[in-house]
């Protein structure tokens, strides 16, 4: 089991930016993956970019690559996501997720927090 807890969201003007924290505890491995997306109003959720925790590498969808970052502190078991350049469209609730290596579910997921980016 592994749980997750985001921070970091609240309301910014566009073109502002924030961090995202997720918090993860539980039975984690070196070779999880941890992600976050998105899910706004009325919209379907959206994958937006994931880290392996033994940095094995990187994935950001098309919609944020370049003004998203994902990172991870493995001391903290934390992942981040620093969000810049942020526009009105980037508005939603944001989740973090984990999933391990052996398969591509997401099966663990958190609360979410919820960014508003106002024009």
């Known amino acids: 089991q592994v749980q997750l807890v985001e921070s970091g969201g609240g309301l910014v003007q566009a073109g502002g930016s924030l961090r995202l924290s997720c918090s993860a505890s539980?039975?984690?491995?070196?070779?999880?993956?941890l992600g976050w997306f998105r899910q706004a109003p009325g919209k379907e959720r959206e994958f937006l970019a994931s880290?392996?925790?033994?940095?094995?590498?990187?994935y950001y969808s098309e919609s944020v690559k370049g003004r998203f970052t994902i990172s991870r502190d493995n001391a903290k078991n934390t992942v981040y996501l620093q969000m810049n350049s942020l526009k009105p469209e980037d508005t939603a609730v944001y989740y973090c997720?984990?999933?391990?290596?052996?398969?591509?579910?997401?099966?663990?997921w958190g609360q979410g927090t919820q960014v508003t980016v106002s024009s």
């Open positions: 880290i392996q925790r033994n940095g094995a590498g990187t």
């Open positions: 539980g039975v984690i491995f070196s070779t999880d993956f």
């Open positions: 997720a984990a999933r391990r290596a052996t398969t591509r579910n997401y099966g663990y």
